[in-house]
């Protein structure tokens, strides 16, 4: 079992990048949120990896951070959810805010993602819902240096995550912003946590 790359970054896309490793070039598949922080074409990478086995292949799958690749090995336990769908659910929402829509049975929430029907969507409700910590993801799923994606592009990703949770446009792009001001590099996964803690007393301030 290959559990983690260090090497060279050979090739990258939307969908997959090549790590070379000991004169081996490695081609895995990663998440458009692992993809966005890979470093440019011939720096130095790390990833962590899942090696999938199948009778007609064998694939690599890559995560920045340890967090996503534990959300992968529960997501791929799911009846009916391979590598392919658990990576496309990887790509729709950030770790923490996966893990809260799984948690509270947030149906639309997961329904919004590309790839993902009401079955596929309900099933991952019923067969996870139990088995993660929202806490526990919360507080492993930032990398080190928190400056995994740039700045305007983790805004802009928070914001989209707390949209697909149900949240309005306005509500998350004010929580999000209300949350930067001060921090000098959150992570996305930071920004998500602290937006959803003010939504939620905003809320419950308002009843």
């Known amino acids: 079992m290959i559990a983690w790359l260090r090497g060279t970054l050979g090739e990258k896309d939307a969908a997959h990048c090549v790590v070379e490793a000991g004169g081996v070039g490695y081609r895995v598949s990663v998440s458009c949120h692992t993809a966005r922080a890979l470093p440019d074409v011939g720096d130095p990478v790390f990833v962590y990896t899942q090696q999938v086995v199948r009778e007609d292949a064998i694939q690599l799958f890559g995560f920045s951070d340890l967090e996503e690749r534990r959300l992968f090995e529960l997501l791929i336990t799911?009846?009916?959810?391979?590598?392919?769908?658990?990576?496309?659910?990887?790509?729709?929402?950030?770790?923490?805010?996966?893990?809260?829509?799984?948690?509270?049975?947030?149906?639309?929430?997961?329904?919004?993602?590309?790839?993902?029907?009401?079955?596929?969507?309900?099933?991952?409700?019923?067969?996870?819902?139990?088995?993660?910590?929202?806490?526990?993801?919360?507080?492993?799923?930032?990398?080190?240096?928190?400056?995994?994606?740039?700045?305007?592009?983790?805004?802009?990703?928070?914001?989209?995550?707390?949209?697909?949770?149900?949240?309005?446009r306005p509500q998350a792009t004010d929580a999000v912003r209300k949350v930067t001001d001060g921090e000098e590099d959150p992570s996305l996964e930071h920004l998500v946590r602290r937006a959803l803690a003010r939504l939620g007393k905003t809320a419950a301030g308002a009843r």
Do not use: C, H
């Open 78 to 168: 799911v009846s009916g959810v391979g590598p392919k769908v658990a990576l496309a659910v990887l790509s729709g929402l950030p770790p923490f805010a996966l893990a809260k829509a799984i948690r509270d049975e947030n149906l639309a929430a997961l329904v919004g993602i590309s790839g993902v029907g009401r079955k596929t969507a309900e099933r991952l409700i019923v067969e996870l819902r139990d088995k993660l910590d929202v806490m526990a993801v919360a507080s492993g799923a930032a990398p080190a240096g928190g400056g995994v994606l740039p700045r305007s592009e983790r805004f802009e990703d928070a914001v989209a995550a707390l949209v697909r949770l149900g949240y309005s």
